[in-house]
T-cell receptor, first 111, second 111 residues
Framework: SQTIHQWPATLVQPVGSPLSLECTVE??????LYWYRQAAGRGLQLLFY??????ISSEVPQNLSASRPQDRQFILSSKKLLLSDSGFYLC??????????FGPGTRLTVT | TQLLEQSPQFLSIQEGENLTVYCNSS?????LQWYRQEPGEGPVLLVT?????EVKKLKRLTFQFGDARKDSSLHITAAQTGDTGLYLC???????????FGQGTILTVHP
C-alpha cells in the first residue's frame, strides 16, 4: 500500500531564516506531487505541483520554491521566511486524474 | 478561474440530527471529491463522483453529483460526534488539470 510522509510535523522559525520541508511517498512510482498551504483550517491553496523529476510548476508567485530531486521526494524551501509564510503545509500525491492523497502536514509558525 | 462555493461555512448540530453540505460552481467538473479533515491532520478522501446524477453512499453519508456536473452535496444521516471535522469538496476539470478546492465546511456535532 502507498504511504506519504512529511517532516517535520511542527516547526517554529524566526523571520528571515531558511526553510526546508520534505515529503516522501512509498509504494508507488512516478506519482504527481503537490504542495498546498492551508490557512486557518479552511481551504487549500495549491503552491507547486510536479509531474516528474526536476519538473516543477508554480501556481502563485511567492517567497517559496520547490524541488523534486528523486521520483518520490518533494521538497519545499525558502531562503528567507516571512511572517506571512506561517500556515499548515500539506503534501499530496496522485496517479490518476481524479484523486489526491494527503500527508499528515507540517505546522509552520514564523515568529 | 474556477471556483467552488461551499455552504454553509459552519454547522453546529446535536447528535442524531441530519445535515447537508453543498458545493456549487458555475464550471463543469469531470469529477468531484469529498474529503474530511481533523485538526492537525491531512485531509482524508471520502469519495469520488464522476458521472452526472451519480449517488454514492458510505454508511450514513450520501454523496450526490449534479446532473450538469457543476454541483455536489453531502448528506449525513443521524450525525455522530465522530463526524466532527472540516469537510472539503474538490473538483477536477480536464481543462485546468488540477483540483480546485472549496473553502470547507466546519461541522461540529454536540453530544
Amino acid at each position: 500500500s502507498q504511504t506519504i510522509h512529511q517532516w517535520p510535523a511542527t516547526l517554529v522559525q524566526p523571520v528571515g531564516s531558511p526553510l526546508s520541508l520534505e515529503c516522501t511517498v512509498e509504494g508507488t512510482s512516478n506519482p504527481n506531487l503537490y504542495w498546498y498551504r492551508q490557512a486557518a483550517g479552511r481551504g487549500l491553496q495549491l503552491l507547486f505541483y510536479s509531474v516528474g523529476i526536476g519538473q516543477i510548476s508554480s501556481e502563485v508567485p511567492q517567497n517559496l520554491s520547490a524541488s523534486r530531486p528523486q521520483d518520490r521526494q518533494f521538497i519545499l524551501s525558502s531562503k528567507k521566511l516571512l511572517l506571512s509564510d506561517s500556515g499548515f503545509y500539506l503534501c499530496a500525491w496522485s496517479v490518476s486524474q481524479y484523486e489526491q492523497y494527503f500527508g499528515p502536514g507540517t505546522r509552520l509558525t514564523v515568529t | 478561474t474556477q471556483l467552488l462555493e461551499q455552504s454553509p461555512q459552519f454547522l453546529s448540530i446535536q447528535e442524531g440530527e441530519n445535515l447537508t453540505v453543498y458545493c456549487n460552481s458555475s464550471s463543469v467538473f469531470s469529477s468531484l471529491q469529498w474529503y474530511r479533515q481533523e485538526p492537525g491532520e491531512g485531509p482524508v478522501l471520502l469519495v469520488t463522483v464522476v458521472t452526472g446524477g451519480e449517488v454514492k453512499k458510505l454508511k450514513r453519508l450520501t454523496f450526490q453529483f449534479g446532473d450538469a456536473r457543476k454541483d455536489s452535496s453531502l448528506h449525513i444521516t443521524a450525525a455522530q460526534t465522530g463526524d466532527t471535522g472540516l469537510y472539503l469538496c474538490a473538483g477536477h476539470s480536464t481543462s485546468y488539470g488540477k483540483l480546485t478546492f472549496g473553502q470547507g465546511t466546519i461541522l461540529t456535532v454536540h453530544p
